[in-house]
């Protein structure tokens, strides 16, 4: 049994249709393409991951609840709930091992209603504008904080 906790990767709403999205913000990497490049970096780092994708607010809630119980680390893309999701962060600010928020895109150098982050306060740090490497820097910054 590896010494570090499990790392619970949460994605938030369309994710999981990334591939049909546009591809000039988002790349050309499908969910599962995405899924498999986090637990790769995450085993090259030496750390464990549960990567979970859902369209659904209340699956996230409950993902988190069971994330603050077992006292997990979450790296988290909320996805569009970022931008006004209260319970989602809510359910966030009771995690009880660090949470890290991370974009595909730079949400700032969009457009105005993705510059607001309702999760970014209860979050330990944000990451986002790398395409898939948020996730590998935000794998990197766990393993630091865990
Ligand atoms: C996103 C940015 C959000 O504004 C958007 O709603 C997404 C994806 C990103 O990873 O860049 O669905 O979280």
Redesign the pocket.
């Known amino acids: 049994m590896s010494q570090t906790p499990k790392i619970l990767v949460l994605n ?4 999981g249709r990334l591939d049909l ?1 546009d591809s000039a ?2 790349g050309t990497m499908n969910f599962a393409q995405l899924s498999e490049f986090i637990k790769k970096e995450a085993a090259a780092l030496g750390l464990e991951v549960d990567v979970q994708q859902s369209d659904s607010e209340v699956e996230l809630i409950n993902w988190l609840h069971e994330a603050a119980d077992a006292k997990s680390p979450v790296i988290f ?4 709930f ?2 006004y999701s209260y319970a989602i962060r809510d359910a966030a600010a009771m995690l009880k091992a660090p949470l890290i928020e ?6 700032l150098a ?1 457009e105005e209603f ?1 510059h607001t982050s309702v999760i970014s306060g209860v979050a330990h740090g944000t990451i ?1 504008g790398f395409g898939p490497d ?1 996730y590998r820097l935000a794998l990197i910054a766990m393993k630091e904080l865990i």
Do not use: D
């Open positions: 938030g709403p369309n994710l999205r913000i988002y893309n909320p996805a569009a970022t931008h991370v974009h595909l895109s730079n949400p969009r993705r986002g948020s």
